[in-house]
């Protein structure tokens, strides 16, 4: 009886050991990985340099999790990636954060494939990202001034925009903005402002693009923003075919914004204010813009034409299939002048039966 009681302890202890033993390698495997130096987070990134030679590579500096440009150039690696992104945030980046300093402009873009992430600037008139130098690829999302494939939020503040090859500020995040600029000076397609899959809210913005400005519903809501309203695209786009309820909240608030007619030329906006490109589905479909405190103008310092406030289809006459069809767009709040039938115009092929605003409740 002893000789067992002996045998049991002996087993108890040899198992207790072996636990601990597991417990601590397991411990081993999922502890935090030793921290890295500045020179391994760097060769971590990846990218491909823009082919300007005369042009140096800018200049950086990382403090903890925080990278910071101190000096204009271009960004990005020397590594032969064949991706075309100048700079990657890798998902595994002990980064969260990119820093652009003042009088700092930076020639290329940046993707950033980590979970929550922050991209300031010191002021959005010259902390700036600056695409101009890359060629404009219309289908190449990679190429926007900043992309944002990570999961989670990204908070992106105080800096401009310029001259993307592909449009300026998504990603498939929650996103939150505040105090930029968005610069556009060519005339071209496929620069829209935002575009963010779960949602984004844009503050003190200003916003002077050729194409969309951004999505009813993918922007919930901007404020206490000036907007300038060019040729090519609506300030608030409902669909170029996506079904309304795929694209977001299908709901859009302006609050304290400004939008200027800025298009000079013989031929008219390819969209409104607010527009409806295509609707491919049959079903009825709503979409609603809220506005609070808003002005519709046209900049007093050029001979500008007056664009149409809604537009179903493509009134440039681009593409006689875009056909909007029960479609309807609620308006709430606002002038009730914008709901005027001078102010509705219908593209090639849409039935202004098939279409309808719904005015706001005040209006007559």
């Known amino acids: 009886m002893k000789k067992m009681k002996f045998l049991a302890l002996t087993f108890l202890l040899v198992f207790m050991s072996c636990s601990e033993e597991l417990v601590n390698s397991v411990e081993s495997q999922i502890a935090e990985p030793q921290s890295q130096s ?19 590579n800018a200049t950086s500096t990382i403090s903890g999790t925080i990278l910071t440009f101190t000096q204009t150039g271009k960004i990005g690696t020397a590594d032969g990636s064949l991706w075309n992104p100048t700079l990657v945030i890798p998902a595994n980046s002990p980064l969260t954060e990119i820093k652009i300093n003042a009088n700092v402009t930076l020639y290329g873009n940046i993707v950033i494939k980590k979970t929550n992430f922050i991209v300031t600037g010191d002021n959005r008139d010259n902390s700036i990202i600056d695409g101009s130098r890359t060629p404009y690829t219309k289908g190449d999302r990679s190429l926007c001034s900043i992309r944002h494939d990570g999961n989670g939020t990204i908070s992106i503040s105080k800096l401009q925009s310029r001259n993307p090859a592909n449009f300026h ?4 995040s929650n996103a939150t903005i505040s105090e930029v600029k968005i610069i ?19 503050d003190q913005a200003f916003i002077d693009t050729y194409d969309d400005v ?11 923003s000036t907007i300038y309203h060019n040729k090519n695209g609506a300030i608030f786009m409902v669909s170029w075919g996506q079904k309304v309820s795929d694209i977001g909240t299908g709901i859009t608030e302006a609050i304290n914004c400004t939008f200027i007619d800025n298009y000079v030329g013989t031929d008219n906006y390819a ?16 979409a609603k813009v809220k506005f609070t405190n808003c002005i519709w103008k ?22 006689p299939d875009a056909i909007i069809k029960d479609g309807t767009i609620e308006q709430i709040g606002g002038n009730c002048a914008w709901t005027n039938p001078s102010n509705i115009r219908y593209g090639i092929g849409v039935v202004p039966a098939d279409s309808q605003i719904i005015k706001p409740s005040t209006c007559p």
Not at 39 to 44: A, D, P
């Open 298 to 319: 046209a900049n007093p310092s050029k001979p500008v034409k007056r664009s149409p406030f809604y537009t179903f289809g493509r009134i440039s006459g681009e593409n």
């Open 169 to 172: 500020l998504t990603g498939f």
């Open 271 to 286: 969209h409104g204010i607010v527009g409806w490109s295509q609707k491919k589905n049959e079903g009825a479909e709503l």
């Open 38 to 56: 500045e020179n391994e987070i760097k060769t971590s990134l990846s990218g491909k340099l823009i082919n300007t030679p005369s042009l140096p």
């Open 214 to 224: 951004l999505y009813v519903g993918e922007v919930t809501k901007i404020s206490n």
């Open 184 to 202: 556009e000076n060519r005339e071209t397609h496929s620069t829209d402002g935002f575009h963010f899959a779960k949602g984004a809210i844009v």
